[in-house]
């Protein structure tokens, strides 16, 4: 796990020590405030490198303010065996008190079964309303009409540039920023300017190859949700895939391959590591690399995803905080988590640090946090959010970004063609769509 960079904080964010996140990352819960008269909340999440070191800081931040309430913070491997994990000790009803989540695992994690209803009162209590948050992440992280979650933040898929490259093809405004290009003919145009700037390199960055990638599906659907595109009915019975605007949007990818504007054999290690080392004009990822681009000293800055199809729509999930099922919940402790929630929730400006922007709309006002560069210039994405469907085989880590990844990489690379990596694609939504949830729902 990398060090901090040593302005990681907007504000001198003072708390746990490193060495506790070193023994939280280990899955050991930190033994601090045992026999203690404090009332003690338990909780559990996935974050690592600079994500968890914020995290750490900003549960030592709550401490200070709150001296009657400990946090007992335990950090997990992420992806399938988190939420595993989270999903058997549900199941159990010997849950912690409160988890990290991403908000696409929502309907594959049993909500309200392995996961409890959030107590609206008790959020209102604490200060937290619906009218504050995201209005697609607020409805989002409803379940059945529902809410199970109280939403943190988005980590869209976002453009990052390398400005001393882009400066170079006169890529520039007079500002020094990216100068947003409209639909696929700019985009390509600018690509192109860069790529003469480059000596005839690709320009472009991203995912597209190697085991489990999942590139393709983040570009793929960045693009095709911007003319409206849909992947499943509302209750995920049936497939809505319009052919016409998903070939586009291939097609569209595959003219990246095919004119050398992207190197289709590129991974996502060496996808970052060509941006880090000036090697690209651009790259498109999540927002989580920016600590680590300003750590390294890179010149860059971002922007938001480019908008091709009609919208600014960007493929993005979200953190989230859930409950995960206890039997019996202690209301004295029950109290000290909405009193967590909201603590990082209202201060997520702070996250916002590790590139994630705040679902909590109030946050993107702050000063502090429109002070932050690069992190604040993509802020706006936060309404434009292209979300996964409301199904259980979706998500971060998921089988279907897997599945369409596989699919789609040979078209960026014309081994082949759209229409093939298409019915590959809507072939293996099929499969998933009759594969049994690994969690079903559970007696309680």
């Keep these: 796990m990398q060090g901090p960079p040593p302005t990681i904080s907007r504000r001198n964010l003072l708390g746990g020590s490193l060495a506790l996140l070193g023994a939280g990352a280990a899955g050991c819960a930190i033994p601090v405030g045992l026999g203690s008269s404090q009332t003690r909340v338990k909780y559990w999440h996935f974050l ?3 994500d968890g070191i914020i995290m750490n800081q900003m549960v030592g931040a709550f401490a200070k303010e709150h001296a009657d309430i400990f946090i007992e913070e335990n950090v997990l491997a992420w992806g399938e065996p988190y939420y595993t994990k989270v999903a058997m000790a549900g ?3 010997r849950s912690p008190d409160l988890a990290t989540f991403h908000l696409a695992r929502l309907a594959g994690i049993g909500a309200g079964q392995l996961l409890d209803p959030i107590n609206v009162d008790l959020l209102a209590e604490a200060g937290l309303r619906g009218a504050d948050f995201s209005p697609p992440i607020w409805q989002r992280a409803h379940y059945n009409g529902t809410l199970y979650a109280v939403p ?7 453009q990052y540039y390398n400005t001393d490259i882009c400066a170079k093809a006169g890529l520039l405004g007079a500002d020094g920023k990216l100068r947003a290009t409209t639909g696929p003919d700019e985009l390509l145009a600018a690509l192109r300017k860069a790529k003469d700037a480059m000596g005839g390199e690709p320009p472009l960055a991203f995912d597209a190859l190697g ?13 095709y949700p911007q003319s409206g595109g849909t992947l499943l009915s509302e209750d995920g019975s049936r497939i809505t895939i319009d052919d016409a605007k998903a070939l586009a949007a291939l097609r569209f ?16 290690g060496a996808s970052v590591a060509k941006f880090t080392n000036n090697q690209a004009a ?17 010149p860059f800055s971002m922007a938001r995803f480019p908008s091709v199809f009609g919208t600014g729509a960007a493929q993005a999930d979200c953190h989230v905080f859930v409950l995960p099922h206890q039997r019996n919940r202690d209301p004295e402790v029950e109290r000290a988590t909405y009193r967590f929630i909201a603590y990082l929730v209202k201060n997520s400006a702070d996250w916002a640090v590790a590139g994630h922007v705040p679902a909590y709309l109030p946050a993107l006002q702050e000063p502090e946090y429109l002070a932050l560069q690069p992190q604040s210039e993509y802020r706006s994405v936060i309404t434009d959010v292209a979300l996964d469907p409301q199904v259980w085989y979706t998500g971060s880590a998921s089988r279907l970004w897997i599945e369409f990844g596989e699919a789609f990489s040979p078209v960026i690379s014309g081994e082949r063609t759209p229409e093939e990596g298409l019915a590959n694609a809507k072939a293996a939504l099929t499969r998933l769509m009759s594969a049994p949830n690994p969690f079903p729902v559970q007696e309680r």
Excluded: I, Q
């Design 48 to 50: 690592g490198a600079s």
């Design 282 to 298: 651009f790259l498109w990822n999540g927002d989580w690399e920016t600590t680590g681009l300003k750590d390294r000293g890179t």
């Design 253 to 268: 990818m595959r003219t990246l391959g095919e004119e050398g504007l992207c190197d289709p054999t590129t991974d996502y």
């Design 211 to 223: 085991l489990g990638t999942v590139g393709p599906w983040r570009v793929w659907w960045s693009l």
């Design 152 to 158: 943190f933040d988005a980590h869209p898929m976002v």
């Design 91 to 93: 199941a159990g009803g």
